[in-house]
């Protein structure tokens, strides 16, 4: 058994038995081909890898400009007067100053086509980022700010995180855990205690360094998250085994301040995220609480914004370094070939409890350490959403999360009945409303019906009902679905349990189409070439690897090109099966694209050598078909 288990104390928590029992609900990757759940005795394991955009601070020039950014305090600027001032550790840059620019200019575009009309100016399919940048202003969620990566989040946004918070917030109350509320400003001292997980994160923290034109004796750092501003609180209130476990939770807001393009909701140096930090007496309460929270997030995604996720474990490289052991739901954008993180639930083992000394008296009388874990996720789910649903049209919101489900549009005619259209609106609304939906009419006078159609397609309202004097006189109502334009009639009398089955259908077809757009990208490789080639097609890849981190930055380096890299995503914990044919094909294979590895290796520690020349899947089959004799014999003759 060579895959590495649990890197810390204690046994793996994700052992084949508990992953099957969690992956029970999810949807499974590997529909239609034969799917398998790891057994014990099986090493194998498919990673899933993904391109992603290299981080500025990853890239040759941007290295040097973020040399230049810091060391040096100065000001935003006059706007905030004479009260208290919010100083950055670092100077606006030109690369940022140039962006600001773009950003500017971009926003005069937005501004002249307000004027001329509705309708998105490009497409999905041909410019993404600036399809979305557009989407994301026009379906009215996001205005744009004039800090760069700070955004407006209007009530359209918020009312999408209100009932995702409404959802995830009472579960969590079911699994007794509390809100609470710490304050926003971290005090140095504590900071620094996490100084050696803090240390790659360090040029993300905002710091407050005057009050008015005064300095402050100590700057005043903003949380980016909360572990060092509540651990110092866990250490005072636990004492005793009864104390335990505590289980906190707060939603709040936290500041990283970013310096690769800022994207509004996937990348913004402000966001809102709900964080859950819990202590337990003992690592399998931590275990199973971090499983159960990873499934509330993936019902977030899967049946509130439905959207396809992997569940599975980080890498050590990925892994949150100040833990033991992360878990996430992993989303994928097929338009722009790239995995995203859509939450993480990580065990932090007893690090923490180390750091800041949150001990505990046992029920033997013993003291010992909690075992601790935290958890998130963001209103990057929001962006997620939009980049997975969106069309040409605008939004596309799944009815679960619309905080207008139903949009009553009259069509009045005419010497039509007016009066008896807008009733008949009226009463259909109230009759919604009285079964549970959100529904809204729009009767403003100044738009045309036309008009009034494209902007609620624009914010992506589920389903749109029209009422005009032929659905008057016939006592119906004409429904049209944003996901798929089909347009039915529905006579009055069955209203309520027509819509309900419509919204029903939308809200299970949006999931299936992007499950089908998603799984169309997934691709299972066993050699480099075929690695390459489902890259270079923005293919979601299931590589087998070693569980070596050496091998995982080789990919990235190998892999590092003009439009980014590949990174381990996960290692799903729902794997495929694989054919294991071939090995000598893969094996001669791999002795002609990877020798250079290989002899580096070989100068190496021998056992490491081995794995570090095998990121595809060889290496695997090596290790399930061969024995650890012939393995040893193997390092040992070379
Ligand atoms: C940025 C600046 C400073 C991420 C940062 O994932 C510190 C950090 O600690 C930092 N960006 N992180 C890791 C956050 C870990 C953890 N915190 C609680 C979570 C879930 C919620």
Redesign the pocket.
């Known amino acids: 058994m060579i895959v590495k288990e649990d890197p810390g104390n204690g046994s793996d928590p994700l052992a084949p038995s508990q992953k099957a029992a969690h992956t029970k609900h999810s949807s499974s990757l590997f529909t239609g081909r034969q799917s398998r759940k790891i057994q014990p005795e099986a090493p194998l394991r498919l990673f899933v890898y993904a391109a992603y955009i290299v981080s500025e601070s990853e890239s040759q020039d941007s290295a040097d400009w973020r040399c230049e950014a810091f060391g040096v305090v100065v000001t935003y600027g006059s706007i905030y007067g004479e009260c208290g001032v919010l100083w950055i550790g670092g100077i606006m840059a030109g690369g940022e100053a140039k962006k600001a620019s773009t950003n500017a200019n971009n926003r005069k575009k937005k501004e002249v086509k307000k004027e001329t009309g509705l309708g998105l100016s490009s497409k999905k399919d041909d410019n993404f980022g600036e399809w979305y940048s557009e989407v994301v202003v026009s379906g009215e969620l996001i205005e744009y700010y004039d800090i760069s990566g700070c955004y407006i989040l209007r009530p359209w946004t918020m009312s999408i995180w209100e009932i995702m918070q409404a959802f995830f917030d009472a579960e969590i109350k079911k699994m007794k855990i509390k809100n609470c509320y710490f304050p926003l400003f971290v005090s140095p001292g504590v900071l620094q205690k996490e100084k050696d997980?803090?240390e790659g994160?360090?040029p993300?923290?905002a710091w407050v360094t005057k009050s008015g034109q005064s300095d402050l004796d100590v700057p005043i750092a903003i949380r980016?998250?909360?572990?060092t501003v509540m651990y110092p609180y866990f250490s005072k209130w636990i004492r005793g085994h009864r104390d335990l476990p505590l289980k906190l939770n707060q939603w709040c807001n936290v500041v990283?301040w970013e310096f690769s393009n800022p994207t509004p909701f996937i990348r913004s140096r402000e966001f809102l995220?709900q964080?859950?930090?819990t202590a337990f007496a003992a690592k399998e309460e931590a275990d199973k609480e971090v499983l159960e929270i990873l499934e509330l997030y993936r019902r977030i995604y899967e049946d509130y914004l439905a959207i396809p996720v992997i569940k599975g474990k980080k890498s050590e490289h990925e892994k949150?370094a100040?833990?033991l052991y992360t878990t996430s739901v992993e989303a994928f954008i097929p338009h722009t070939g790239r995995g995203i993180q859509g939450a993480?639930s990580?065990c932090l083992g007893q690090n923490f409890a180390k750091m800041f000394e949150i001990n505990f008296e046992n029920d033997k009388g013993e003291k010992a350490m909690v075992w601790q874990n935290?958890?998130?996720y963001s209103t990057r789910t929001i962006g997620v959403m939009v980049m997975v649903h969106g069309d040409d049209k605008g939004l596309v919101l799944p009815p679960k999360i619309a905080a207008v489900q139903v949009i009553v549009i009259p069509v009045p005619y005419k010497d039509a009945d007016t009066k008896g259209i807008f009733d008949a609106c009226d009463d259909t609304v109230k009759a919604l409303n009285e079964s549970g939906f959100r529904a809204e009419a729009d009767f403003r006078d100044n738009y045309s019906p036309g008009w009034k159609y494209s902007h609620w397609e624009m914010k992506g309202v589920p389903l749109r009902i029209e009422i005009g004097p032929k659905d008057l006189a016939n006592d119906q109502v004409r429904a049209v679905r944003r996901d798929n334009s089909a347009k039915c009639d529905i006579p009055r009398a069955s209203l309520v349990e027509q819509v309900k089955d419509m919204l029903d259908d939308i809200q299970q077809s949006l999931f299936d189409v992007a499950k089908q757009n998603r799984d169309a990208c997934v691709e299972v490789a066993k050699t480099w070439d075929e690695f390459m080639e489902a890259l270079n097609n923005k293919k979601m890849i299931l590589a087998p690897w070693c569980d070596e981190e050496e091998v995982e930055k080789d990919v990235k380096a190998r892999t590092k090109g003009e439009i980014g890299a590949a990174k381990t995503l996960c290692s799903p914990f729902d794997q495929p099966a694989l054919d294991e044919g071939n090995i000598a094909v893969l094996d001669s294979h791999l002795e002609q694209k990877f020798s250079q590895s290989l002899q580096a290796s070989r100068r190496g520690s021998a056992v490491k050598g081995l794995v570090t020349w095998s990121f595809n899947s060889s290496n695997m089959y090596y290790r399930r078909v061969l024995s650890e004799d012939y393995l040893l014999d193997f390092v040992n003759a070379t």
């Open positions: 997980h803090i994160f360090a993300e923290v980016p998250t909360s572990e990283r995220w964080e859950g930090h949150f100040g833990g993480t990580h935290s958890w998130a």
